[in-house]
């Protein structure tokens, strides 16, 4: 499985970005996630989706900002991210074959390469 993040970039705080993920073959039927690691910062989870009901999760920093989507027809995942600040700058990674535990994402082994995004003041 190949998972190719795109969209990423420098913007100004206010300012917006949409991340695209496209998947070589499909992992569609499982749930996936976006998740973002800052410099000296462990990687957490963004956003995640089930593949069938629409069932999404945020972290508490993006909600309200973030809206996370797929369409399966085209293997593509999507985190529209609006109202940016200088606190989202992070590389981006996109996570597929997760599953959800208790109402909880739990990441598959799949991950993209990640993607840049530079929220500047």
């Known amino acids: 499985v190949q998972l190719v993040e795109s969209g990423g970039g420098l913007v100004q705080a206010g300012g917006s970005l949409r991340l695209s993920c496209a998947a070589s073959i499909s992992t569609f039927s499982n749930a996936m996630g976006w998740y973002r690691q800052a410099p000296g910062k462990q990687r957490e989870l963004v956003a995640s989706?089930?593949?069938?009901?629409?069932?999404?999760t945020y972290a508490d920093s993006v909600k309200g900002r973030f809206t996370i989507s797929r369409d399966n027809a085209k293997n593509t995942l999507y985190l529209q991210m609006n109202s940016l600040k200088p606190e989202d700058t992070a590389v981006y990674y996109c996570?597929?074959?997760?599953?959800?535990?208790?109402?909880?994402?739990?990441?598959?082994?799949?991950w993209g390469q990640g993607t840049q995004v530079t929220v500047s003041s």
């Open positions: 989706i089930a593949s069938g009901n629409g069932y999404t």
């Open positions: 996570n597929a074959g997760g599953t959800f535990n208790r109402g909880s994402f739990v990441s598959g082994d799949n």
